[in-house]
């Protein structure tokens, strides 16, 4: 006997009719549109591309979604399919402008295929994705990324290449139509021709020419009308700290500096920052490829620091960008655990010595202690002082010493980097030098390697950069950190933070007996890594001075978002640079704050 209800079969078919009827979950709507509109836009590329592919029936299909202009055929084609893959890409994040470009081309694509083919069909399904859009517009709110002129440039290069990589396929997709046996550089000739418009040296039979001819123009203009758009659409620049906000954090650094010894890096200029409403902590950030990037701990009274995290949130919400934070304590890891839901991820660990315990006596300093007695003897001396007891023409020669000495094009540096020496406001930052008296005249004078260090709270010091004249003698930073640490004490400095190690538990424990074979490979990995990035190396340079490690951590949505945000993390650090070349960039804007989640007051003040 079955002990199944009556009706029960009745009600189970309605539920799954209402789910049909009702429609996909309002929030998997943009990852569902963003698809449909990346496999459309790889059908039409292929069907502007492949002769035989253009009369398939799934080509009926593609023609009816966003861009598609069946009528022109392949040239319209392999046009509207790059251009759907643009805007995919908008769509899954949310973003407010691909919605409006979506809602004005799918009518479009409607009219033209009703004209064209003739097809209820085609009508019908662009209709229901229109109403899709429309239902759930809410769902697309999202506001502009900040945006410069250099993407006008990358647009140029990138879609330019692609271009005649494109455009060599189309030329050679038609075996049976070309007359005689064209080489490889007669086809380039021919696509680059194309691309302007102007008719090259292969030869097709048929129609065939007119339809490499259009698809080559389509390529070329849609690269010109492309990089045209991005060079003369108005800039958007990213949020940058004003004189307000600068002020008003180093207000809560003089309260609350001590906590973090990362709290004074908030000050870089090039990071925006959202404040808690009552304004007594802050969050600072960066936004790199659609990552909001926030570093160290909120700045600021604890309890106030839920309020800077909701707007910081909030702000990442508003843009659709990606919220991570860099190199959190363990306290703000939990935090932001807590209030938001994201997950954190032990990244590394925070070199801090203790002047009290700090001696270059016993058997662990040994190497230490000798290699600053060599280099003592060779003459050098060391001087550690405060940036506001510095002359104005030595602190300009640090100045440009350090600018000169640094072996990238670009200032590395974002979460544990200041990014500039001397300014007014940074008076109380610790600058140690070296010097060799007995050394031949160089633009420096004497000056061979400057160490720089920003206040942590009232007792402490954090380092921010090392730069040496490459002639010096090897050791020029241990000498210039043990320097530090005995004159400490006569400034008032009770601790030191020195380089932050990543992954250093995992490269401690992996070279000790009994270390499983997962934890040896995963350190084997790390160490092959230290050949372009300082990981290894900066874990043993620190272990040197014996500090206690404090673990940091990266805070994150997803795992699927790590990739994303480790490649966003080393743009900001200056690993990967993305810019324009020097000749073609632009003067700064002015900074300003971010608009979106001001409060009223903070409105009618400005």
């Known amino acids: 006997m079955s002990g199944e209800v009556p009706g029960s079969q009745e009600r189970h078919g309605d539920s799954r009719f209402r789910r049909l009827t009702r429609g996909p979950r309002p929030e998997a709507v943009p990852a569902l549109v963003a698809r449909a509109c990346t496999l459309v836009g790889v059908l039409n590329v292929a069907a502007g591309v492949f002769p035989r592919f253009r009369h398939s029936r799934v080509h009926a299909i593609a023609e009816v979604l966003p861009g598609a202009l069946g009528p022109f055929a392949a040239a319209l084609a392999l046009s509207s399919g790059i251009l759907l893959l643009l805007l995919a890409h908008g769509l899954r994040r949310h973003k407010r402008r691909a919605w409006r470009a979506a809602v004005v081309l799918l009518p479009a694509g409607a009219v033209a295929q009703f004209a064209y083919r003739h097809s209820v069909i085609g009508v019908l399904i662009s209709v229901a994705l229109l109403a899709l859009l429309l239902r759930h517009r809410s769902e697309f709110t999202a506001l502009p990324d900040p945006r410069s002129r250099w993407r006008a440039l990358a647009n140029f290069i990138l879609l330019g290449t692609g271009s005649i990589l494109l455009g060599l396929v189309i030329v050679s997709a038609h075996p049976g139509k070309v007359v005689g046996d064209p080489g490889i550089t007669e086809r380039l000739q021919h696509v680059l021709y194309g691309l302007f418009g102007h008719e090259g040296p292969v030869a097709y039979s048929g129609n065939t ?68 409403p009552s304004g007594k902590a802050a969050v600072t950030y960066r936004v790199v490829s659609g990552v909001m990037l926030a570093s160290g701990d909120p700045i600021g009274d604890v309890e106030a620091w839920p309020g800077a995290i909701e707007r910081f949130m909030d702000e990442a919400k508003a843009h659709s960008w990606t919220p991570a934070v860099m190199g959190c304590s363990e306290t703000g890891g939990e935090v932001w655990t807590r209030e938001t839901g994201l997950d954190a991820l032990e990244l590394g660990d925070e070199a801090v010595v203790d002047v009290a315990d700090f001696s270059l006596s016993g058997r662990a300093m040994r190497n230490v202690r000798q290699m600053v007695k060599r280099i003592e003897r060779n003459g050098y001396e060391t001087r550690v002082r405060r940036i506001r007891d510095l002359g104005e023409r030595e602190l300009a020669r640090i100045q440009q010493a350090a600018e000169d000495w640094r072996g990238t094009d670009t200032e590395r540096g974002f979460s544990m980097a200041l990014g500039r020496i001397g300014d007014p406001g940074d008076g109380d930052c610790l600058i140690a030098t070296a010097h060799k008296a007995d050394a031949e005249p160089g633009p420096y004078g004497d000056l061979k390697a400057v160490l720089h260090f920003v206040p942590w709270g009232k007792d402490g010091v954090s380092l921010d950069l090392m730069r040496r004249d490459r002639a010096a003698d090897p050791g020029m930073n241990e000498l210039l950190i043990v320097a530090a640490l005995q004159a400490a004490p006569k400034l008032g400095i009770a601790r030191v933070s020195l380089n932050f190690a990543m992954f250093r538990a995992a490269l401690a424990r992996g070279e000790k007996i009994g270390a499983g074979p997962v934890l040896r490979a995963w350190r084997g990995l790390l160490v092959f890594l230290s050949r372009w990035f300082q990981i290894e190396s900066l874990y043993k340079f620190n272990a040197k001075f014996r500090p206690r490690w404090e673990p940091r951590f990266v805070v994150y949505r997803s795992s699927k978002d790590l990739p994303r945000i480790g490649f966003a993390a080393m743009q900001a650090e200056g690993f990967v640079t993305l810019s324009l070349p020097r000749f073609l960039r632009r003067s700064a804007a002015q900074p300003r704050p971010c608009p979106h989640g001001t409060t009223e007051r903070e409105v009618q003040a400005a």
């Open 209 to 276: 020419s007119w339809t490499v001819g259009f698809s080559l123009g389509a390529l070329g203009m849609l690269t010109a009308l492309t990089t045209i758009y991005l060079a003369f659409r108005p800039e958007h620049p990213a949020a940058r700290l004003t004189e307000d906000d600068e002020t008003r954090l180093r207000a809560l650094l003089d309260k609350h500096g001590g906590r973090d010894s990362l709290g004074h890096f908030a000050l870089r200029r090039d990071k925006g920052v959202v404040f808690s």
